[in-house]
């Protein structure tokens, strides 16, 4: 069956650093394209990095931007969010979430568990 799992969340000082890894399976990887979102509490779920299926496109949310990397190992089916400078305001849980668009009225989205990522000194 299909599975997310993400992995690599925790606690870090502001200004620090945390990767996360999601690991997937049950699914043809390199055909779906990649995203990690995140939700705070009391907050709507919000897009934070997206990746193309083959890495050739990469998209941020404002707030992540420069801070925030995604890349993909397609030999590995894994996705990674490489997470710098994390402030405050970053602290959430993180999903990770594979779609693919076939056509018309077809989607496909599968999404892992979470992970949490806390932000404080």
């Known amino acids: 069956q299909v599975q997310l799992v993400e992995s690599g969340g925790g606690l870090v000082q502001p200004g620090g650093s945390l990767r996360l890894s999601c690991a997937a399976s049950?699914?043809?990887?390199?055909?779906?394209?990649m995203r990690w979102h995140r939700q705070a509490p009391g907050k709507e779920r919000e897009l934070v990095a997206g990746?193309?299926?083959?890495?050739?496109?990469?998209n941020y949310a404002d707030s992540v931007k420069g801070r925030f990397t995604i890349f993909r190992d397609n030999a590995k089916n894994t996705v990674y969010l490489q997470m710098n400078s994390l402030k405050p305001e970053d602290t959430a849980v993180y999903y990770c979430?594979?779609?693919?668009?076939?056509?018309?009225?077809?989607?496909?989205?599968?999404w892992g568990q979470g992970t949490q990522v806390t932000v404080s000194s």
């Open positions: 979430n594979a779609r693919r668009v076939p056509g018309p009225n077809r989607v496909y989205d599968y």
């Open positions: 049950g699914f043809t990887f390199n055909t779906y394209a």
């Open positions: 990746i193309g299926s083959n890495g050739g496109s990469r």
